[in-house]
């Protein structure tokens, strides 16, 4: 395996219910079930945490292909929807919904941006052929 560039560290007592914290202590949080899954609500759980790192990846992502082939692409806004949703015999599976929005090029260009940034994207590769993953460009779905 290639050596890492960066690694983040993190550690968590209590699940769902409990505490999470980075190592360098930026990140330091209640962690509770959400309302629709019986829980207070009261803190963060781990789809609000997977929502946030996808996009703002993605967004990166996509600002890195816009320079390379010259497009404006770091305006990009992106609204993340990270479902749990249940499947057979009491499991669960995630399922990633972007919307994008990018003010600055036509939506011809916006979502060839979009298609490449998903091609490259750490989190896209991650998820490609594990869980749905749908693309919304400008209003449009891909």
Sequence with gaps: MTKALYTAQAHVTGGR???????????????????????????????????????????????????????????????????????????????????ISLPSVTDEQAAELVRTAHQVCPYSRATRDNIGVALVVNGTRL
């Design 17 to 99: 219910n409990g505490h999470g914290r980075t190592t360098d202590g930026r990140l330091d949080l209640e962690l509770r079930q959400p309302k629709e899954l019986g829980g207070d609500g009261e803190g963060v759980n781990p789809e609000q945490l997977f929502a946030i790192g996808y996009a703002a990846c993605f967004g990166t992502t996509l600002a890195l292909v816009g320079r390379s082939s010259k497009s404006q692409a770091d305006d990009a806004v992106i609204d993340s929807h990270v479902s749990l949703i249940p499947v057979d015999g009491g499991r669960f599976e995630l399922g990633v919904e972007l919307h």
